[in-house]
């Protein structure tokens, strides 16, 4: 059972070049969310999905999409990377009982 | 915005101790959860507690949720080495979305 799987586990960038995180989850749960953290700032709410085709945003979302075409699947896009987005983004996915949240292993990604 | 103050933000302490975590807001949240973070990896869940008032023990680890659904305190008890790393609550509030509080970083020293 994999859980919530994300790639890469690294990524150097550079400023102005475009990417995409990629999450996977097995366990078909309905909510999946995308988070950054920073030093001294916890994690931060980028985007969220409540499933299938429904996407919304979160607390930070400027520079980001999400699309959510799959249960299973919730890539994370940088438009335009900034040297701001340097971060560790964390993707999770939780059912709709409210338990609680599974997270990814983390994307450290760095923009220069 | 929903905003959740979490302290201390590092505590560092002699191994069987006992120590308090605490997570404060004004916004009431449909559950709280207590996540553990290891270096390099992703937070895991420890426990969500749902109900005002609501106490939930795991082993040497107490969590409970304020009356009001506002705050929640993690309590550890006689702490051992292997209870290092970072603390972090987050309240669930809308469609599950959460809210995290700044992360409590625990050195337990042998």
């Known amino acids: 059972n994999a859980g919530v799987t994300q790639t890469p586990k690294f990524q150097v960038l550079k400023t102005g070049q475009s990417m995409t995180l990629q999450c996977a989850q097995d366990m078909n749960h309905e909510y999946m969310s995308w988070y950054r953290q920073d030093p001294g700032m916890g994690l931060r709410l980028i985007h969220y999905?409540?499933?299938?085709?429904?996407?919304d945003q979160g607390e930070v979302p400027n520079g980001y999409n999400v699309s959510r075409s799959t249960t299973e699947d919730f890539p994370l896009r940088l438009l335009s990377a900034a040297p701001s987005q340097t971060s560790v983004y964390f993707c999770a996915s939780s059912g709709r009982g409210g338990g609680g949240y599974t997270f990814g292993s983390g994307t450290r990604l760095t923009v220069v | 915005t929903q905003l959740l103050e979490q302290s201390p933000q590092f505590l560092s302490i002699q191994e069987g101790e006992n120590l308090t975590v605490y997570c404060n807001s004004s916004s009431v949240f449909s559950s709280l959860q207590w996540y553990r973070q290891e270096p390099g990896e992703g937070p895991v869940l420890l426990v969500t507690v749902v109900t005002g008032g609501e106490v939930k023990k795991l082993k040497r680890l107490t969590f409970q949720f304020g009356d009001a659904r506002k705050d929640s305190s993690l309590h550890i008890t006689a702490a051992q080495p292997g209870d290092t790393g970072l603390y972090l609550c987050a309240g669930a509030y809308g469609a599950q979305k959460l809210v995290f509080g700044q992360g409590t970083r625990l050195t337990i020293n042998p």
């Open positions: 999905s409540v499933g299938a085709g429904i996407t």
